[in-house]
C-alpha cells in the first residue's frame, strides 16, 4: 500500500464479484452517497479478517487505498450487519432488490448523501417488516422514492397527458397517471381503482415508519411493486433481476 493515497468511508456492500481464487470487488454505497468499486484481497478466505465485513448488505467502515481503476481494501471494521435479514429468504430478496436499485442509481464522483441514508433505512425496514406483504411495500418505496429524488417522479395528481384530475390508468412510458381518454392513446396503460393510486401516492409520502406500521394487503402491496418494477426498469433502462425475481415469487 506504500504510496497510494489512502481514505475512510462508512459504506454499504452493494454487490461482489468474484476475483481470482480469494478475492472479491466490492461495489459500495459510500457515507457521501458515491458509488466506490474496490478489491477486498482474501474476502473469500473461510475465516478470513474481511469475510464477515464484506458480506451484503453490511455496513462497514472502511480504509481503502485509491488505485487507478479500483480502490483496494485496507482495513474494515463492521458498523452494522442487518444481521435480522440473514437466513430468510423472503427478507435476502428485498434486501437484495433494494441493494440493487442502489447500485443503479449511484455513481462515482457523484456524492448524494441522501442515497446513503435512505438505503440503510430501507435495509433496516425490511428487517423490521411483519410480513411479505410489508417487504413488498418497503421495496416499492424505496425504488419509488429514489427515483423521484433522482428526477423520475412519476406525476399522480392529475393526466400526465392532459391534466385532468379524473385519473384512472397508469404508464410507466407515459410518465404516470392517465385520464380513461388518454390511455387509449397509449399502449400497456394500465387500470388503477382509487383505492390503488392512493397507495401509489402514500409510497412516495409516507414515511418507512408509517408504511411499516400500515394495514396492506399482500394483493395491493404486490400491484405496488410490481409498478416501481415497472416504472424503474423503464427509467434507468435496465432490467432488475432481484425486483423481477421477487415480483416473481
Known amino acids: 500500500m506504500a504510496g497510494r493515497r489512502t481514505y475512510r468511508t462508512r459504506a454499504i456492500v452493494l454487490d461482489r464479484t468474484k476475483l481470482g481464487e480469494t478475492d472479491l470487488i466490492l461495489t459500495l454505497l459510500a457515507a457521501d ?11 473469500r478466505k473461510p475465516g478470513g479478517r474481511l469475510a464477515a465485513r464484506a458480506e451484503l448488505f453490511c455496513e462497514t467502515d472502511f480504509l481503502l487505498a485509491a488505485g487507478r481503476s479500483l480502490d483496494v481494501v485496507s482495513e474494515a471494521s463492521l458498523v452494522e450487519a442487518h444481521a435480522g435479514l440473514r437466513g430468510d429468504y423472503d427478507r435476502v430478496c428485498a434486501a437484495s432488490a433494494v441493494a440493487e436499485v442502489a447500485r443503479l442509481t449511484c455513481y462515482e464522483d457523484a456524492p448524494d448523501p441522501f442515497l446513503h441514508a435512505i438505503c440503510s433505512r430501507a435495509l433496516s425496514a ?13 421495496v416499492a418505496a424505496y425504488a419509488w422514492k429514489v427515483l423521484a429524488h433522482g428526477g423520475w417522479r412519476p406525476e399522480l395528481e392529475g393526466c400526465c397527458a392532459c391534466g385532468d384530475a379524473a385519473v384512472t390508468f397508469f404508464s410507466p412510458a407515459a410518465g404516470g397517471a392517465l385520464c380513461e381518454s388518454c390511455a387509449r392513446e397509449v399502449a400497456g396503460a394500465q387500470p388503477l381503482a382509487a383505492g390503488e393510486l392512493a397507495w401509489l401516492r402514500a409510497t412516495l409520502a409516507c414515511t418507512f415508519d408509517e408504511l411499516l406500521g400500515s394495514g396492506v394487503d399482500a394483493q395491493t402491496s404486490s400491484l405496488l411493486l410490481a409498478l416501481a418494477h415497472s416504472w424503474a426498469a423503464t427509467h434507468l433502462d435496465a432490467r432488475l433481476r432481484a425486483m423481477e425475481f421477487m415480483a416473481g415469487v
Open 126 to 138: 425490511c428487517e423490521q417488516a411483519a410480513d411479505r406483504a410489508h417487504l413488498d411495500l418497503v
Open 33 to 43: 452517497g458515491s458509488q466506490i468499486r474496490a478489491v477486498a484481497k482474501g474476502a
